[in-house]
Nanobody
Framework: VQLQASGGGLVQAGGYLRLSCAAS????????MGWFRQAPGKEREFVAL????????YYVESVKGRFTLSRDNAKNTVYLQMNSLKPEDTAVYYC?????????????????????WGQGTLVTVSS
């Protein structure tokens, strides 16, 4: 199994980035895919999730209306479009797979429940 995250970088506040996570080694189309982030000195935080079999995505409150998760099952890739970035969005962003998709709704924000992780991509938002 491999999750390869990319797309991070340095951007000014108000700017945008699109993260990608290319997956291999498991049945991507039958998996839930999420994004987490971890700022220096902080715990890993849930950002967004695309659940298998559900066209809706779920977001942490702080990114609603600014971030959009999408997935392309034909390309085994999940994306995170991040708009109106703020300095507090600065973190290493990780993609994660729940495969087979077993995490119940009340548990989606806990990193311990995910099976596989990408290596992370750094997003730095300057003020």
């Amino acid at each position: 199994v491999q999750l390869q995250a990319s797309g991070g970088g340095l951007v000014q506040a108000g700017g945008y980035l699109r993260l990608s996570c290319a997956a291999s080694g498991f049945t991507f189309g039958r998996s839930s895919m999420g994004w987490f982030r971890q700022a220096p000195g902080k715990e890993r935080e849930f950002v967004a999730l695309s659940r298998y079999g559900n066209s809706n995505a779920y977001y942490v409150e702080s990114v609603k209306g600014r971030f959009t998760l999408s997935r392309d099952n034909a390309k085994n890739t999940v994306y995170l479009q991040m708009n109106s970035l703020k300095p507090e969005d600065t973190a290493v962003y990780y993609c994660a797979a729940d495969t087979p998709p077993l995490i119940i709704q009340s548990e989606i924000r806990f990193a311990r429940n995910y099976d596989y992780w990408g290596q992370g991509t750094l997003v730095t938002v300057s003020s």
